[in-house]
């Protein structure tokens, strides 16, 4: 099992910047791929951006593409996500997950085994 708990959501303007952070428990963190993903109200969950097990490989969804930025620190056990230049569009709960489904590409939910309970993310206008 994983356990994983995001942090670092909010309010902010438009055009501001929100550092996203997943804190990871239980099983090893670093064997995991790991990705973003988001749900806004109505809507169903998409992709947002996805790291391989070892960071080196990124993905991201067309619609944050240059504004977001995926990392993670395998010897903190966290995944960050980095968004700058934010749109009231970008309002969402965001959630973390874990997994290593290789039937599933990147920007797929079944990729991923774990989820974390997700963190709010408000951009005003």
């Known amino acids: 099992q994983v356990q994983l708990v995001e942090s670092g959501g909010g309010g902010v303007q438009a055009g501001g910047s929100l550092r996203l952070s997943c804190a990871a428990s239980?099983?090893?963190?670093?064997?995991?791929?790991m990705g973003w993903f988001r749900q806004a109200p109505g809507k169903e969950r998409e992709f947002v951006a996805a790291?391989?097990?070892?960071?080196?490989?990124?993905y991201y969804a067309d619609s944050v593409k240059g504004r977001f930025t995926i990392s993670r620190d395998n010897a903190k056990n966290t995944l960050y996500l980095q968004m700058n230049s934010l749109k009231p569009e970008d309002t969402a709960v965001y959630y973390c997950?874990?997994?290593?489904?290789?039937?599933?590409?990147?920007?797929?939910?079944?990729?991923?085994?774990?989820w974390g309970q997700g963190t709010q993310v408000t951009v005003s206008s």
């Open positions: 997950a874990a997994g290593r489904d290789y039937q599933y590409s990147y920007d797929s939910s079944g990729r991923y085994n774990y």
């Open positions: 790291i391989n097990w070892i960071g080196g490989s990124t």
């Open positions: 239980g099983r090893t963190f670093s064997i995991y791929d």
